[in-house]
């Protein structure tokens, strides 16, 4: 899929991807373009089975050079980990062991606090054919399983880790959105405030003819409050809410803000000003 844009900052770092013994350099290429893809930049290579340099991992890789350039490779997962404080091992089947298990959001999530807070983090992919070895994830912390189809559950090296990768970006976004507001503003909002809106909106969809027929405004403004109460808003997205339905009262495409005074209908023009009222 297009839409590369050179002129934009390269996002770089996150937890480490630790490929133990890949077979094919085509693979360790898909690989490097998956995280390349989602913000992800290092990538550490244990006994890679064609060796390393590649240049076939490097056409593979779609121009996500600086991964492949980075890419470091060691001989033993052991080397590979050891300077890492918490590790992820990836397998599409139930290991038995006293390991936690986690789903890739809530594994994403984890690894994106443990980083935020300073720590040392990877991700451990086994081979192409089989996988991790039992004890190759014991040397985890955890385990991460991906929810497949029992009867098809093979992944290709590339796709478990553009799973990953995936939602690791999913929670940078989620943070930096949540950024919008300050921490003290993003208060719950109250039910009064809740009520505020409700008559807001339904005082300015009745002034636009909304409710019809007459018979089923009840059932209407029922149906509207079921809608606007479901997301549980918080009071900043309350105010928000209010200050767009308080500009459509006050302006129009005939009479745009900035064109002179807030439109009036002709209905309401009996010379007193409009009240803005929130």
């Known amino acids: 899929m297009a839409g590369t844009d050179r002129q934009q900052q390269l996002i770089t770092g996150g937890p480490a991807v630790i490929l133990v013994e890949p077979q094919l350099g085509e693979n360790i290429g898909m690989v490097a373009r998956a995280m390349a893809n989602f913000g992800l930049s290092e990538m550490r290579l244990v006994n890679p089975r064609d060796g390393w340099p590649s240049e076939k991992a490097r056409s593979a890789a779609s121009k996500a050079d600086h991964v492949i350039d980075g890419a470091v490779v060691f001989d033993t ?5 050891a300077d890492l404080n918490f590790v992820f091992a990836t397998t599409a089947r139930e290991r038995d062991g006293f390991k936690p298990v986690r789903g890739p959001i809530e594994a994403a999530t984890a690894l994106r606090q443990r980083v935020t807070a300073g720590d040392k983090c990877g991700v451990l992919y086994g081979r192409e054919r089989w996988g991790l070895s039992n004890d190759e994830v014991g040397l985890a912390d955890e385990i991460v399983t991906y929810p497949v189809n029992p009867a098809f559950a093979s992944l290709n090296i590339a796709q478990a880790v553009l799973l990953m990768s ?13 950024t919008q507001f300050s921490q003290a503003e993003m208060q719950p909002a109250t039910k009064a405030d809740l009520q505020g809106l409700f008559d807001h909106v339904e005082e300015a969809l009745d002034a636009r003819g909304y ?13 509207l409050r079921a809608v606007l109460s479901r997301p549980g ?11 767009v339905i308080r500009s459509l009262d006050l302006y129009s495409r005939k009479a745009p803000k900035g064109s002179g005074s807030p439109h009036i209908s002709p209905a309401d023009d009996d010379g007193s000003e409009v009240e803005q009222k929130y």
């Open 77 to 81: 997962l052991e080397d590979a980990i």
């Open 166 to 178: 995936y939602e690791w970006m999913k929670t940078g976004l989620d943070s930096d959105a949540g």
């Open 211 to 223: 409710f019809r027929p007459p018979h089923k405004k009840l059932k209407m403004i029922d149906n």
């Open 233 to 243: 808003f918080f009071l900043p997205e309350i105010r928000v809410l209010r200050g």
